[in-house]
């Protein structure tokens, strides 16, 4: 006796969406990866210093003892009860301008991340979901702002439209997108062929509709811990800038600019190792955090540990 098999039932793409968030949390909350975020004490610790500098920036105008462009005849004055970090050589109080800094250099970053991460994600996104030729150009492109080092590319940028805050942001923007684009062109590619898409696309599910409900929910953690990891950089970035003098104008507070200042006499160490420190400290936080969101993220990572 013949027996028939029954025809295979599309999967309901409701259902795959459904399934993949489920693992993306699951990894978040460790699942077979190892140790949620919150029990691992270097990433808590990354945690705590970013919030620290947010509240920072946040309320620098409550915490800072004084006023950031205040200058007055104690010029270089080294660290004391009356000013805990000393003073540059206008007189201004570098703890101040330290803590306002954070309301320049932490903002400018998450922009630059965030323009970048919607700029190259959608070229991704449309890269790798359309393929052949479109696919071919947006790679070309990116291949060539690859060929340039990012902190060269980015001073030629800056220098064409003149040093400001806005043309440093649209230059850190310009050679960090593709990064974005690359990853996310991977995750599509990675998941073209899964039976969701194509139930999608048999149930006459156009191609906008289906970026934006099916592939994006897929294809964004990836892009969440580069851009996590990117933070750091973008602010290493945006205040070798400022050190250069393409960034923020002065007197503004900015912390590549303080240590560009202090560098000119290094035996006023103070007025350059605060800055650098506030820089130092917020890179690798972001960087301890986005290893601990990669090692959760994806189990490559974690089963390699």
Same mark, same amino acid.
């Given at each position: 006796?013949?027996?028939?098999?029954?025809?295979?039932? #599309?999967?309901?793409?409701?259902?795959?969406?459904?399934?993949?968030?489920?693992?993306?949390?699951?990894?978040?909350?460790?699942?077979?990866?190892?140790?949620?975020?919150?029990?691992?004490?270097?990433?808590?610790?990354?945690?705590?210093?970013?919030?620290?500098?947010?509240?920072?920036?946040?309320?620098?105008?409550?915490?800072?003892?004084?006023?950031?462009?205040?200058?007055?005849?104690? #010029?270089?004055?080294?660290?004391?009860?009356?000013?805990?970090?000393?003073?540059?050589?206008?007189?201004?109080?570098?703890?101040?301008?330290?803590?306002?800094?954070?309301?320049?250099?932490?903002?400018?970053?998450?922009?630059?991340?965030?323009?970048?991460?919607?700029?190259?994600?959608?070229?991704?996104?449309?890269?790798?979901?359309?393929?052949?030729?479109?696919?071919?150009?947006?790679?070309?492109?990116?291949?060539?702002?690859?060929?340039?080092?990012?902190?060269?590319?980015?001073?030629?940028?800056?220098?064409?439209?003149?040093?400001?805050?806005?043309?440093?942001?649209?230059?850190?923007?310009?050679?960090?997108?593709?990064?974005?684009?690359?990853?996310?062109?991977?995750?599509?590619?990675?998941?073209?062929?899964?039976?969701?898409?194509?139930?999608?696309?048999?149930?006459?599910?156009?191609?906008?509709?289906?970026?934006?409900?099916?592939?994006?929910?897929?294809?964004?953690?990836?892009?969440?811990?580069?851009?996590?990891?990117?933070?750091?950089?973008?602010?290493?970035?945006?205040?070798?800038?400022?050190?250069?003098?393409?960034?923020?104008?002065?007197?503004?507070?900015?912390?590549?600019?303080?240590?560009?200042?202090?560098?000119?006499?290094?035996?006023?160490?103070?007025?350059?190792?605060?800055?650098?420190?506030?820089?130092?400290?917020?890179?690798?936080?972001?960087?301890?955090?986005?290893?601990?969101?990669?090692?959760?993220?994806?189990?490559?990572?974690?089963?390699?540990?």
């Amino acid at each position: 006796m013949t027996m028939i098999a029954p025809d295979p039932v #599309a999967p309901d793409p409701k259902v795959e969406r459904a399934l993949t968030r489920r693992r993306w949390l699951g990894r978040l909350r460790g699942g077979q990866t190892g140790r949620p975020i919150w029990r691992q004490p270097i990433a808590v610790a990354a945690l705590v210093i970013l919030g620290g500098w947010l509240l920072l920036a946040l309320f620098a105008p409550l915490i800072a003892p004084y006023d950031p462009l205040a200058q007055s005849p104690e #010029a270089y004055a080294p660290p004391s009860a009356t000013h805990w970090f000393g003073t540059d050589s206008l007189g201004r109080d570098i703890l101040s301008r330290v803590i306002h800094g954070a309301r320049l250099s932490i903002p400018l970053a998450l922009a630059i991340v965030s323009l970048a991460l919607l700029v190259g994600g959608l070229l991704g996104l449309i890269a790798g979901y359309l393929g052949r030729f479109v696919d071919e150009a947006l790679m070309r492109l990116t291949d060539l702002v690859f060929a340039f080092p990012q902190i060269i590319l980015a001073m030629a940028v800056t220098a064409a439209f003149g040093p400001n805050t806005r043309n440093a942001v649209l230059a850190l923007v310009i050679v960090s997108w593709p990064v974005y684009a690359r990853v996310i062109r991977s995750a599509v590619l990675s998941m073209r062929g899964d039976d969701y898409l194509s139930a999608a696309r048999l149930l006459g599910v156009g191609p906008v509709r289906a970026l934006r409900r099916d592939v994006l929910p897929n294809s964004i953690g990836p892009a969440i811990v580069l851009a996590t990891l990117e933070l750091g950089n973008a602010v290493l970035l945006l205040a070798a800038l400022s050190f250069l003098g393409l960034g923020p104008r002065p007197p503004a507070a900015e912390w590549g600019s303080m240590v560009a200042l202090g560098s000119q006499d290094l035996s006023m160490w103070w007025v350059s190792v605060f800055p650098g420190l506030a820089i130092l400290t917020v890179v690798m936080a972001f960087n301890v955090l986005g290893d601990a969101l990669r090692d959760r993220l994806d189990p490559r990572y974690a089963k390699g540990r």
